[in-house]
């Protein structure tokens, strides 16, 4: 039974890479010039995610993107974050196909969704998020670039 299981194809998230990792900033420009002057990586894409309250400036490191998050208004998620945490790391988002299975196995399995379906997000991917109680404390999103 249980080889069937594992055997079951899409059972698993099975993430093809990080597509990005998402930081929490107090000032978008500042942290910009961090990445570009002292890291060297090149910001190639900045835009406002308005159902998030938030601005968000890219990099590309290899396959996986960094995606900076500065708040625009204190009371949506990123402004709450660093109100409690302060800056850093946000959320660690995997690559995926299938997203809307692979939320309703996650769901299957146990895991607290906090998107339930796929929504749009930053550079035209569907993505999702995983709460951090059900999966030892990391934010998790699930995006799927449907485009491609
Ligand atoms: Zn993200």
Redesign the pocket.
Known sequence: MIINTFARNNYFMKPSHIE?I?IAVKNLEKSIKYYEEVLGLECYNIEEVKDQKVKTAFFKVGQTKI?LLESTDPEGPIGKFIEKKGEGVH?I?FAVNDIENKLKQAEEKGIRLIDKTSRK?AEGLD?AFLHPKSTFGVLT?LCEDKNK
Request: proline share 0%.
């Open positions: 990005h998402g995606e959320h988002a997000g993505i999103e």
